[in-house]
C-alpha cells in the first residue's frame, strides 16, 4: 500500500514581526516527491518545520494526511545538521529513533541501510572518527531505516562533494520511492532530478509558485538536454526571486 497523501493550509506564518510565509493552501500528491526552492530566508525551512511539528501551526492552519490518519506520528525528518549523538556508534545513531520510542530495533535493516549509503564497516565507528560527508549519510541511514509514509528532507545531502551527492540522489530516489517527500534544496540540478513537483517560494512575504519539470522519472539522468535546459531556466527564475 502506497502512502497518503498530506493537506497544510496556513494562513501565513510570522517569526518575530517579520511576516516570512503568506497564506495558501498545497497538496502534496501521494508517493511523489515534492522539491522546496527559493532565496535564502523565504521560509523554505520554516514550512518543513511547521510540517514536522517542530514549530506550532498558526491558529487557522491545518495539516492532514488523505486518509485520516496521523501526521507528525508518521513522519521521519532529516535536517541539515546531521545531528548525531557524539557517544553513540555510527549504528547506534542509525537505530535511535527505536530506541527512544522503546522498541526493538531491526539491525538487520540497519545494517543494510548503513551499506547501502557506503558506510559498510564503520558501524562501531563514533561521529568524531567520520568526516562530514560520512556523517551526512549515516544521517541518511537513520531517516530511511525508520521506514516512514512521510519524509521531510532539509538540505540532506548539502555536507557531501559532488559525486558522492550524485549517487546518494540516486539511492534516496530508488529508496524513497512510493513515499510522500518534501525535499527542502538550494540546488536546481538536485531538484530536477528528483522531483515530481517543483516549488518556488517567492515574495514578501513568500508565496509558492509552480515550476514545469522535465519528463522522466527520477532520478533523472543529470546530463539530460531537457534537464539541463529547465535548470537554466530555474537559475533564472530563482535569480528573479532574490531581485
Known amino acids: ?3 497518503p497523501g498530506l493537506h497544510i493550509r496556513i494562513p501565513g506564518l510570522t517569526i518575530g514581526t517579520w511576516p516570512v510565509l ?4 498545497l497538496d502534496f500528491a501521494p508517493g511523489q516527491t515534492t522539491v522546496l526552492l527559493g532565496p535564502s530566508g ?4 520554516s514550512l518543513l ?3 514536522a511539528g517542530l514549530l506550532p501551526l498558526p491558529a487557522g492552519a491545518e495539516l492532514s494526511a488523505s486518509d485520516g490518519g496521523p501526521v507528525t506520528s508518521r ?4 535536517a541539515q545538521q546531521d545531528l548525531l549523538l557524539p557517544w553513540l556508534s555510527l549504528q547506534e545513531n542509525v537505530v535511535l529513533g527505536a530506541r527512544l520510542r522503546g522498541e526493538t530495533p531491526d539491525m538487520d535493516r540497519a545494517r543494510a541501510m548503513i551499506a547501502a549509503v557506503g558506510l559498510a564497516g564503520r558501524e562501531a565507528a563514533l561521529p568524531a572518527q567520520l568526516s562530514g560527508g560520512m556523517r551526512q549519510r549515516a544521517a541518511l ?3 530511511l531505516v525508520e521506514d516512514r509514509p512521510f519524509v521531510l528532507m532539509d538540505e540532506p545531502f548539502s555536507a557531501v562533494d559532488a559525486p558522492t551527492r550524485h549517487r546518494l540522489q540516486e539511492l534516496s530516489a530508488k529508496l524513497l520511492a512510493g513515499r510522500t517527500v518534501l525535499l527542502v534544496t538550494h540546488d536546481p540540478l538536485e531538484a530536477l532530478r528528483l522531483a515530481d513537483r517543483i516549488l ?3 515574495g514578501h512575504p513568500a508565496l509558492p509558485e509552480e515550476i514545469a519539470v522535465p519528463a522522466g522519472t527520477p532520478p533523472r539522468p543529470a546530463g539530460d538536454a531537457a534537464l539541463l535546459a529547465a535548470q537554466a531556466a530555474l537559475l533564472e527564475r530563482l535569480a528573479e526571486a532574490v531581485a
Open 1 to 3: 500500500m502506497g502512502s
Open 22 to 25: 503568506g497564506g495558501f493552501a
Open 42 to 45: 523565504s521560509g523554505k525551512s
Open 49 to 51: 518545520r511547521l510540517m
Open 75 to 78: 513522519l521521519a525528518w532529516m
Open 141 to 143: 541511514a537513520r531517516t
Open 200 to 202: 518556488v517560494l517567492v
